[in-house]
């Protein structure tokens, strides 16, 4: 069983960046297809990013296209996602997942992920 604990959020203008990370404690990191996925106050859990075993295959939500970045080191067990010009509509509580399911054209739905991390607050100001 995966536990997976996310750091690295926090506070950032408009325009900013951060750089999000999720530690796995597991020895199995790299057989889990993982994801990020955010819950703003109010609204419903929804897709981020999801990246294969070995990031052979990434898939990002429309609206983080070419701002955010998913990565993972499994030498580390460790998953990233870098995120550039914040815009205040990111502010949310990030998460990241964990599947040992393959890769398909489900991994945008969070019913898709056994594992979960506790979240990270990331807020934007305008």
């Known amino acids: 069983q995966e536990q997976l604990v996310e750091s690295g959020g926090g506070l950032v203008q408009a325009g900013g960046s951060l750089r999000l990370s999720c530690a796995a404690s597991?020895?199995?990191?790299?057989?889990?297809?993982l994801g990020w996925f955010r819950q703003a106050p109010g609204k419903e859990r929804e897709f981020v990013a999801a990246?294969?075993?070995?990031?052979?295959?990434?898939r990002y939500a429309d609206f983080v296209k070419g701002r955010f970045t998913i990565s993972r080191e499994n030498a580390k067990n460790t998953l990233y996602l870098q995120m550039n010009s914040l815009k205040p509509e990111d502010t949310a509580v990030y998460s990241c997942?964990?599947?040992?399911?393959?890769?398909?054209?489900?991994?945008?739905?969070?019913?898709?992920?056994?594992?979960w991390g506790q979240g990270t607050q990331v807020t934007v100001s305008s």
């Open positions: 597991g020895r199995t990191f790299s057989t889990y297809r």
């Open positions: 997942a964990a599947s040992r399911d393959d890769w398909s054209d489900r991994v945008s739905r969070v019913s898709e992920y056994t594992y």
């Open positions: 990246i294969s075993r070995r990031a052979f295959s990434i």
